[in-house]
């Protein structure tokens, strides 16, 4: 009988299940890993090199495309570094605004996640029902942005701009004859503002929610292929330099948003789910229970921006462009419009380190200013880079399939981790 | 937020008195520069003293600094000779004697790490920088052993400036290609890279050439004196500063 060898397996960078560009080179024994050697850096597109030869304001376009399934997250960490450094903070509406598109964000994530992962492990209905929802939030995207990915919209001293009073119809003419009911229904709640399209969507959702927990939760394939997967104790989460739903998972609690809030998460009410166990499934449980209380979130923005109209911009020409009016009548405008877009505004200089609760964990912009309108140094530090450093040690000893099922679980993008 | 960082930073003047040299925050940060050679005792206690308890690493940067405070467009001397039209290559200003020797106090190396610790028991982070030693290469003690984060950070850091961490045991490339001359964060490391590839159809593979690109400079890098920075015009660091938003 012939003895097997441990043998070097080669692991993408063209699977499927490797979440866009990760080469892993396995060092297997029959069919357990001895070692996993990941090689990263084939998006690796040097944003922070860019982010140094531009004006601040012109790398926020890049920010979005780090993590491109959480957007305007990322652009939160970028702004909130830049506002620190000048020392200014926004109208309380563009917080909430924040706050709000922060955690639709979040949704949008952990639904593809949830969709991904759920592929992987050969779930393919969940992934059908993850992407009939996140439709409905690029929607939002699109009506206050313009784009439904890339989207730009927050700025040092702000947002771009207000939340708009009619949501877009998929439909010119809702009124005509020859309308069927399927066209119709994609209208759904779309009759008044972005506001009442988001809240009509708040509504919806927990119902989707307990769908997708149907489909798993207690699906017998699934905790097969997660529960006792890849177990991190909150000792080593912490020494891995874990942070969000993944030191969340091994049971630390641990939310940016709680414990050092930012924007205007300190008026929210809501609670940070933990997990037990530290395995895959107790990562899922904790992703799950986010989406349901970031809805919440939502809802309580909502609210608030309803009540509450006020400008979404600081009051600043340095920082802020001038009303397009303004700016065909008045010279001071004309200057203050060409001198922002052209030149940008200087920072003091100093450094500061902003981070926020990112869907992935701790995204955090690290900026080093000497004085000038470009940044000197800007460091991005993702959370997903981390999280992948410590693929070795998670898959050590397991089969190759669940690999599969620690790549899906750390919710990798390698937009960020390449950057 | 404030009271308990000034506690933090007592315990830490107490506790690493002459090997922490605290650095002025305008917003309100503890930051703090140490010599390499103390690196990794100071790493070894913030992480295990109780008064400290920095667990987690939160990030290893890199940072080069070469041209450090200069500018490519001079601004200051408007009415007297008029602004500068375009950047030249591998022009920038130059600075004032004084303000020279406080860059060389401030920053002795060119080279240096930037560590960002956080302490959950404490709900506060701290920033240590320390400047490599040597320039070629520039070296520093690797915090691997303190915390397991540090790996794929200090090997980005090598990858991208150079910077050896000795006592890391694997020390690899990672972001860049397999193959990559060159450490491209540098400063002196043009933007447009060095070489560029294309298919060659007559050797049917894909080949390696000198970049074509010319570097340009789209927007010329300015240093303005702004009066609303000054520190004494600025309110309380942290609450959102009024002179700024009054315009």
Redesign the interface.
């Known amino acids: 009988m012939a003895e097997f060898q441990s043998y070097t397996m080669n692991f993408g960078p063209q699977h499927p299940a490797a979440h866009g560009v990760l080469r892993l080179v396995l060092e297997m024994d029959g069919e357990v890993v001895t070692r996993a050697d990941p090689h990263i850096g084939l998006l690796h597109r040097a944003t922070e090199k860019l982010a140094e030869s531009k004006p601040y304001n012109q790398s926020i376009g890049y920010m979005d495309r780090l993590d491109y399934v959480s957007m305007m997250a990322n652009e939160h960490g970028y702004v909130l570094a830049i506002e620190k450094l000048l020392g200014i903070e926004p109208p309380p509406r563009a917080l909430y605004i924040r706050v709000m598109f922060d955690e639709i964000t979040r949704i949008l994530n952990h639904l593809l996640w949830l969709g991904c992962h759920g592929l992987d492990v050969g779930a393919m209905t969940i992934f059908l029902y993850c992407f009939r929802e996140r439709e409905n939030l690029m929607d939002c995207y699109e009506a206050v942005s313009g784009t439904r990915m890339h989207a730009t919209y927050y700025r040092p001293g702000g947002v771009y701009r207000d939340l708009p009073e009619q949501m877009p119809r998929h439909l010119a003419q809702p009124d005509a004859k020859r309308v069927s009911a399927r066209d119709k229904a994609m209208d759904e709640g779309r009759d008044g503002s972005l506001l009442d399209f988001i809240e009509h969507f708040t509504r919806r959702f927990p119902g989707y929610v307990d769908e997708y927990e149907t489909l798993l939760t207690e699906n017998r394939i699934w905790k097969q292929r997660t529960v006792g997967i890849s177990v991190v104790s909150p000792e080593r989460a912490l020494n891995l330099g874990f942070t969000g739903p993944m030191l969340r998972g091994s049971g630390v609690e641990w939310d940016l948003r709680k414990k050092q809030p930012y924007a205007a998460y300190a008026d929210m009410d809501f609670d940070i789910p933990v997990g037990v166990n530290g395995d895959c499934y107790d990562r899922y449980l904790v992703r799950v229970e986010e989406l349901r209380q970031s809805n919440r979130i939502i809802r309580q923005c909502v609210d608030w921006l309803r009540a509450n109209p006020g400008p979404v911009m600081v009051d600043d020409f340095k920082l802020a462009p001038p009303k397009r009016e303004e700016m065909k009548e008045k010279m001071e405008s004309l200057i203050h419009h060409f001198k922002l877009f052209t030149e940008g505004y200087c920072v003091p200089e100093g450094e500061a380190y902003a981070a926020v609760e990112h869907p992935k964990g701790e995204f955090g912009v690290y900026l080093v200013s000497d004085g000038a309108n470009k940044p000197f140094r800007v460091k991005i530090r993702a959370p997903g880079f981390a999280h992948m450093a410590a693929m070795d040690e998670m898959v050590r000893g397991h089969m190759l399939a669940d690999v599969v099922a620690t790549i899906g679980t750390m919710d990798v993008v390698f937009g960020e981790i390449d950057r | 937020m404030s009271a308990r960082l000034e506690s933090m930073a007592e315990a830490l003047l107490a506790r690493f008195d002459g090997v922490l040299h605290r650095r002025e ?3 309100g ?1 503890l ?1 703090y520069d140490l010599d390499a050679a103390d690196l990794q005792a100071t790493a070894v206690a913030l992480r295990d003293e109780e008064d400290f308890s920095f ?5 290893v ?1 890199g ?2 600094y070469l041209g ?2 200069q ?1 490519q467009w001079r601004t200051e001397a408007a009415t007297e000779s008029g602004f500068s039209r375009a950047v030249e290559p591998g022009a920038s200003t130059t600075r004032s004697a004084s303000e020279s020797e406080r860059r060389a106090q401030e920053q002795p190396a060119r080279f240096a790490a ?1 560590y ?1 610790l956080l302490s ?1 028991r404490h ?1 506060l ?1 701290v ?1 240590l920088r320390a400047f490599a030693v040597g320039e070629n290469p520039p070296v520093l003690p690797s915090v691997t052993g303190v ?3 540090a ?3 200090e090997r ?1 850091a090598f990858d991208l400036f150079g910077i050896v961490f000795e006592g890391h045991g694997d020390l690899r ?5 397999y193959g990559f001359i060159g450490h ?2 540098r400063k002196d490391f043009p ?1 447009s890279g060095k070489v560029e590839v294309r298919y060659d159809e007559d050797k049917r593979r894909v080949v390696y050439e000198p970049v074509s690109i010319e570097p340009r ?8 004196d ?1 009066n609303r ?1 000054r520190p004494a015009l ?2 309380e ?1 942290g ?3 009024g002179q ?4």
């Open positions: 925050s305008s917003c940060e930051s667990a987690t690493l939160i990030d940067c940072v080069d450090y405070g500018a930037v960002h959950l709900n982070r920033r915390w397991q984060a790996d794929w950070f980005e490339r990672i972001l860049t290609d491209p964060f933007l400079t789209l927007v010329p890098r300015v240093i303005r702004d920075y600025r309110a660091p609450d959102g500063g700024v938003g009054d315009g």
